[in-house]
């Protein structure tokens, strides 16, 4: 953390977070528009407590379970999430046995090698979405977003799309995968959309969901009664309240 941010400032974490975003598109890892969309996550992490809530932690369990039992599990990498958390993408991967894709919204060859340089630095050996031979297209999609690698997110069945907005779930869904996220908005079309939604920042989030795919690998699984729209609301709710309390302490 540089010297402009203290780390006694009560949101030492949260500035530190924008730093390392704003160093990862100097890097050439994150597009201009991550830059705001990593402001909306802000914005929305604030509302939350800038800590991970009751309902967030269920939904990490269900997407535990989902990951762990998947038989063919991807993780969606985009500038954003390169920049904020490469080594936990690797560490998730090796741990549920899932591939890792490259897939940008705005798609750029440069930024791509980019962000496989720095998941290779730290760790990645396998990185789908840069093989340009291997590529084929989801359906009911426009964006860039639709070209996917043959072996990657085309045969996932469940995939893990963090932080994104937009119509990629739906259509992912429509393919048949389950799809998982991480996002501050609980609003959001992806959010609403997923089969489970993390509403998290996934630099925290994250953390807890590789521990959780852990000791769920070394107890015997059971199943978990999860209902997306049902913790959104609670989401919701947890977010109302604590904006009550701050109200009466204010
Ligand atoms: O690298 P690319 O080209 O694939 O582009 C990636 C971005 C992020 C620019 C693209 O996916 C985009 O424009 O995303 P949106 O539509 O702005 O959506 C981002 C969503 O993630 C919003 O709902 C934010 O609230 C949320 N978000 C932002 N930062 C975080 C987050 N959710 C979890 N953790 C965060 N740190």
């Not at 705001?36 to 990490?60: P, Q, V, W």
């Amino acid at each position: 953390m540089t010297n402009l941010i203290p780390k006694s400032h009560p949101r030492a974490k949260s500035l530190y977070i924008r730093e390392q975003l704003v160093h990862a598109f100097d890097d050439g890892l994150v597009a201009k528009e991550g830059l705001m969309a990593h402001g909306r996550g802000e914005a929305f992490d604030y509302l939350i407590g800038e800590k991970t809530s009751k309902s967030a932690k269920n939904a990490i369990k269900a997407a535990a379970f989902a990951l762990v039992c998947a038989k063919h599990p991807v993780i969606s990498v985009n500038g954003n999430i390169a920049g904020l958390c490469p080594k936990e993408i690797v560490e998730l991967s090796k741990v549920v046995n899932a591939k890792i894709e490259i897939n940008l919204f705005y798609s750029s060859d440069k930024r791509k090698q980019n962000i496989l340089r720095t998941l290779k630095k730290n760790g990645a050996r396998e990185i789908l979405g840069v093989d340009k031979k291997n590529t084929t297209r989801i359906s009911s999609l426009d964006s860039a977003r639709r070209i996917v690698d043959k072996n990657g997110i085309y045969t996932a069945d469940v995939v893990l799309v963090p932080l994104e907005d937009g119509d990629r779930t739906l259509a992912l869904k429509k393919e048949g995968k389950k799809v998982i996220t991480f996002d501050l908005n609980p609003l959001s079309r992806t959010a609403q959309t997923a089969d489970i939604t993390i509403v998290d920042n996934v630099v925290r989030g994250i953390k807890e969901l590789i521990d959780v795919c852990v000791k769920m690998q070394k107890k015997n699984l059971q199943n978990i009664a999860f209902d997306n729209k049902k913790n959104l609301a609670k989401s919701i709710s947890e977010i109302k309240n604590y904006l009550e309390r701050r109200a009466k302490l204010a």
